[in-house]
């Protein structure tokens, strides 16, 4: 078993699961309605995947609400979207201040009006103090974006010399992404199969689940299978088989 991953009897929870909640427009057009319908529920499945992240025992969850890309989104898409988001951080601050959650957005969040900023800044200051579960909410996030402001933030203690070129590795790296911690499982829903610029670096050796479930039908069920198949997984590292045996003897 991999350090990265809670033993838990018989089956290893992943410590960091992300999410790429996918299909909400689809969910609605089957219906008949409009997207943002789906969003709307789309909303009430981010709920139940806290709680039963929470209650799996999982540390810290991603989950991908807005793209870098989803601006090029119908303009009337894009301000549903944030009014949701602005909304749910209000409505849901106080249910995870109670459960122990810890809300982070990580994104460019620069490119939210500054009233969406000090919402995002106040919840986060009102649940800081969470301990069971660390939720990541990526908006206006990209992966590509995430690697490059890492390497901005590195330039400029270079270049204020409280670090030379040599000291960077990967370990330093990693510790000034909006994430550090690297994906163990990565979830798409919605029958794609595609990474759409999410946790590029952290993503390296997730073990990858991709289900036709559209998101606002996602429940702790399919949380769960979700983490039976990671179980089943067998995360080489680039090693061999008995090599990882020999690593379960000592
Ligand atoms: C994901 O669902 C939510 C966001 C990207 C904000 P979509 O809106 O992409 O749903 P589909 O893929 O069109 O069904
Ligand atoms: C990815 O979904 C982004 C989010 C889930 C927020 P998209 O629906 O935007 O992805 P693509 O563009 O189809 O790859
Ligand atoms: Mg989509």
């Not at 898409?77 to 909304?87: G, K, N, P």
């Amino acid at each position: 078993m991999q350090s990265n991953d809670f033993n838990t009897g018989d089956r290893s929870i992943p410590r960091h699961v992300a999410i790429i909640m996918d299909g909400n427009g689809r969910w609605a057009q089957k219906r008949g309605m409009p997207r943002v319908m789906g969003h709307r529920r789309g909303a009430q499945a981010v709920r139940r995947t806290v709680e039963a992240a929470v209650a799996l025992g999982i540390k810290v969850i991603t989950l991908f609400a807005f793209s870098s890309e989803n601006w090029k989104r119908p303009a009337l898409e894009v301000s549903a979207l944030m009014q949701l988001f602005a909304r749910a951080l209000d409505k849901e601050v106080p249910l995870l201040k109670d459960n122990g959650v810890k809300l982070r957005v990580i994104g460019n969040l620069n490119a939210f009006p500054l009233k969406l900023q000090e919402r995002i800044q106040r919840a986060q200051e009102l649940t800081s103090g969470g301990e069971r579960l660390i939720l990541n909410v990526a908006a206006n996030y990209g992966g590509r974006w995430d690697i490059v402001q890492a390497a901005k933030k590195l330039s400029k203690m270079v270049l204020e010399g409280s670090l030379t070129p040599d000291l960077i590795d990967e370990k330093l790296f990693a510790s000034v992404l909006a994430e550090p911690l690297d994906v163990d499982l990565l979830i798409r829903t919605g029958g794609e199969k595609r990474i759409s610029n999410f946790l590029m670096w952290q993503s390296s050796y997730s073990e990858l689940y991709f289900s036709d479930t559209l998101w606002p039908d996602f429940d702790r069920q399919d949380l769960e299978e979700a983490l039976n198949f990671f179980s089943g997984r067998e995360r080489r590292f680039g090693m061999i088989s008995s090599q990882l045996k020999d690593n379960d003897k000592c």
